[in-house]
């Protein structure tokens, strides 16, 4: 197994799911930040900005993650905000169209900085998702309807 070191994480750890974890996803309020245009999206309801701004790139989507928090492991503001840096940077290097996001538990009292990146593939998203970790990724289609992306060791 890869040794990790606090900026890595280690892609082959199994992460554990629970059934609050995964409600947890769900009901989370994925926020866009696009100045006076700033909206929010949920999994499973069509977002007609998100369709919007896919439009332009036919065949793509969308990918809305944090580097966060990784394996859903509590880390400090720094760490995340360095490993987010980290993220920001990839995107960046792999051409994408990148808007800051947040997302936020329905009581306020959870909430991870993220970001909006797109053109992207469901490939891609999937390889960054456990680049960096996450248990899961939101995915939007060209249709606008986010969508959750497990990461491939949530489920063993």
């Not at 809305?64 to 509590?74: E, G, K, L």
């Amino acid at each position: 197994m890869m040794k990790t070191t606090p900026d890595m994480v280690d892609p082959h750890q199994t992460i554990m799911t629970s059934n609050e974890l995964i409600t947890a996803y769900e009901d989370t309020h994925y926020g866009v930040d696009a100045g006076a245009e700033s909206f929010t999206f949920r999994v499973g309801e069509r977002a007609p900005r998100l369709a919007d701004f896919l439009s332009q790139y036919p065949g793509q989507g969308a990918v809305f993650i944090t580097a966060s928090n990784p394996h859903s492991q509590v880390a400090s503001d720094q760490e995340n905000r360095r490993a987010n840096a980290r993220l920001r940077a990839e995107l960046d290097a792999l051409g994408l169209v990148v808007m800051k996001g947040h997302g936020t538990s329905p009581d306020g009292a959870w909430r991870e900085e993220s970001q909006l990146a797109f053109p992207i593939n469901r490939g891609t998203a999937k390889m960054l998702c456990g680049t960096y970790g996450q248990n899961a990724v939101v995915y939007i289609e060209a249709n606008g309807v986010p969508e959750l992306l497990w990461h491939p060791a949530c489920f063993e």
